[in-house]
Every structure is written in C-alpha cells, then in structure tokens.
C-alpha cells in the first residue's frame, strides 16, 4: 500500500486561502485514483473531491465545487488541494486518501490507505 503524508493546513481567515499537499511514497502512486476526506467536530468523514488514477476524471462534493480544486503529479507523486473562499463551515481535519479501484475513482468506499490529517480552521 502507498503511504500518505499531509501538509499544509494552518489558520485562515473566512474568504482566505489554503493549498494542501500529500505527498505519497511508493512507486505505485500512478495507479491510484486520490482523494480527500474531511471530517469536523462531531461530523462523519465525507469525500469532498476525488481525481482519476490519469487526472482524466474530477469529482466534487457540492459544498466545495468551485471553491477548491484537486491536482496531482504523478512524477512528485503529490496530490493537491487548492482551496479558495474558505467559509467557518470548511473548519476541519482533513485527510488524504488512496483509492485502487480504477473502476470507481470517487467511490468512499474503496479508499484503503489513508494519512494522518491536517488541521484547517477557517475565522469568521
């Protein structure tokens, strides 16, 4: 399995910026589709956005479609999260994720390996 290692989270105020990173290691990090899960106090963890194993095929939570955006470079083998507009309500941990199935790319279920998380608290 590949392993994951976030960065990147921090404070920010509501209407700011943030870019997550996940680096992964392995040399296998092409054949994964990736994604990222949050989960808030109390909340369950929930995809937000998920890309093909290729970068062919995005999909987006509607709490986020067109605030952030999902990247990847299959030379770094890095996944990215650009988020923009950051409202109190994106306040959470949020995690990367790797998913084997090419089948079903934005699948939660079929996400198997996981990092530790990193801390996004949006101000009002």
């Known amino acids: 399995q590949v392993q994951l290692v976030e960065s990147g989270g921090g404070l920010v105020q509501a209407g700011g910026s943030l870019r997550l990173s996940c680096a992964a290691s392995?040399?296998?990090?092409?054949?994964?589709?990736m994604g990222w899960f949050r989960q808030a106090p109390g909340k369950e963890r929930e995809l937000i956005t998920a890309?093909?194993?290729?970068?062919?095929?995005?999909y987006y939570a509607n709490s986020v479609k067109g605030r952030f955006t999902i990247s990847r470079d299959n030379v770094k083998n890095t996944v990215y999260l650009q988020m923009n507009g950051l409202k109190p309500e994106d306040t959470a941990v949020y995690y990367c994720?790797?998913?084997?199935?090419?089948?079903?790319?934005?699948?939660?279920?079929?996400?198997?390996?996981w990092g530790q998380g990193t801390q996004v608290t949006v101000s009002s």
């Open positions: 392995g040399r296998t990090f092409a054949s994964y589709a």
């Open positions: 890309m093909s194993w290729n970068g062919g095929s995005t």
């Open positions: 994720a790797a998913n084997p199935n090419l089948y079903a790319y934005s699948d939660s279920k079929s996400f198997i390996s």
